[in-house]
DNA sequence: GTTCTCATGTAAATCGTTACATGATTAT
DNA sequence: ATAATCATGTAACGATTTACATGAGAAC
C-alpha cells in the first residue's frame, strides 16, 4: 500500500487539493503513515494520467491555482481492488525500541527521560485521538481511532508497570543493595 | 537509527557473521525492524572501514569464507553514541490498519477473515516471544519482549472487542434489526 | 527431486524524504 | 519581525529491498 494508493482512498472521502490531502494524511493516518509533498503531487498526477481521478483547477488570487482531485468510478474499483489484498505484515520501526533493547548499555537516568518523555507523548496521543472520536467519523474511522487509542494505552501502561526491570537494575543486582 | 548501527548493535552481544546478524534481526527485532543481506553486508563493510569492527575470515570447505565481525572499543563507543540521540518518533506502516479505516466500502465477510487472522497471527506471535522471554535475555531484552507481548495482546483483546463496530454495522443500522 | 540451510556479495530498482524554488496573507 | 497557513511542484539524495550471481550439503 503505497502513497498513491492512500490518496485514493482519501479521496474516497471527499474531493481534495494535494495541500489538503496532506493533512489528511496527518488528521487520519497521524502515527501510522505519512506523506510529504514530495510524494504527493506526483502521486496525483500519476493516478490523473491513469483515469482514477479527474482534475479541476480553480483560480486563486495570489496563490498558485488550487487544484481539486475527485475519484473517478474507475478509481473506486481500483482502490477496493487494492483492500482486498491481503495485506502485508506491520511495519515498525521504532528507534525507542532499539534503543531499550540495549538498555544496560545506558545511564539509569538518561532511561528514566527516555520512559517519561514517551509516556507523557502516548498519553498526549490517547487524548487527540479522544478528541477526534467525537467528531464525525466512519465506522472504519472509529475502530482505527479505537484501536490507536488503546495500543497507546497499553504502551503508557506497560511502561509504568515495567520500567523497573530497566531502571532499578542497578538496585536488584547482587551486592548492590542500598545502605540502610 | 539505521541498519548499520543496528548491526553494531546486535555485535554488542557477541562476534557473527553477517548471515548470523540476519538471523539476529529475526530473533531480536522481529516485527520491529528487518533487514536483508543486500543492507548487512554493505553496513559490515562499512563498519570495517571505520574501524568500529574488526573481521576475521574463517576458511570453510566447500562453501564462502565466513566472515566474524567483532565490535572495537571505538565501535562500542560510537553504538553508545547513537543510542543517547533522542529516538526518533516510531514508524509505523500498517496496511492492516489502513484498510480497516475504509472498512465501509468492503463486504463483511473479508473484514471477518481479516480480523481473524490478524487475531491469530497477534497470539501466535505472543507465544513465541513468551518461549523466547524463558531463555537467557538481557534486562533490556525482557523489557522489550514484554512490550511485545503487551502490545499484541493489546491488539487482540481491541479486536475482539470490537469488531463488531465494522462487522456488524448493517445489523445496527435502523431498519436492518434482525426478526424476531 | 525440491526445498532449506549455509555463505557472501553486487547492481538495479523502489519508494520516499529533504531541500529547493516561489510568494502572498495572517496571526503572534 | 517571525512564524504559520495556504498552494504547487521538481530534483537530488537516501535507505533499503529485490533480483541476480554462485554453489555445496542435508533433509524431506
Redesign the interface.
Known amino acids: 500500500?503505497d502513497i498513491r494508493t492512500?490518496c485514493l482512498?482519501i479521496l474516497?472521502l471527499g474531493e481534495a487539493s494535494g495541500y489538503e490531502i496532506k493533512q489528511s494524511f496527518e488528521d487520519?493516518?497521524s502515527?501510522?503513515?505519512?506523506a510529504s509533498f514530495g510524494s504527493i503531487y506526483p502521486a496525483l498526477a500519476k493516478l490523473t494520467e491513469e483515469g482514477f481521478v479527474t482534475c479541476t483547477e480553480l483560480p486563486q488570487d495570489k496563490r498558485p491555482d488550487k487544484k481539486v482531485y475527485r475519484i473517478t468510478a474507475q478509481g473506486r474499483l481500483a482502490?477496493?481492488d487494492e483492500?482486498?489484498k491481503?495485506?502485508?505484515?506491520?511495519?515498525?520501526?521504532?528507534?525507542?525500541?532499539?534503543?531499550?533493547?540495549?538498555?544496560?548499555?545506558?545511564p539509569t537516568r538518561?532511561l528514566s527521560d527516555?520512559l517519561d518523555e514517551r509516556v507523557r507523548d502516548a498519553r498526549g496521543a490517547v487524548a487527540e485521538w479522544r478528541a477526534r472520536e467525537q467528531g464525525r467519523v466512519?465506522?472504519?474511522?472509529?475502530?482505527?481511532l479505537?484501536?490507536a487509542i488503546?495500543?497507546h494505552?497499553?504502551?503508557a501502561?506497560?511502561?509504568e508497570d515495567?520500567r523497573h526491570?530497566?531502571e532499578g537494575?542497578a538496585l536488584l543486582t547482587p551486592g548492590a543493595a542500598p545502605a540502610g
Open positions: 500500500m492512500l482512498g474516497t487520519h493516518f502515527r501510522f503513515y505519512e482502490f477496493i483492500l482486498m491481503p495485506p502485508g505484515r506491520d511495519r515498525l520501526r521504532s528507534e525507542f525500541i532499539a534503543t531499550l533493547m540495549f538498555a544496560d548499555l545506558l538518561h527516555m466512519t465506522p472504519g474511522q472509529r475502530f482505527v479505537g484501536y488503546a495500543m494505552e497499553a504502551m501502561r506497560y511502561i515495567n526491570l530497566i537494575h
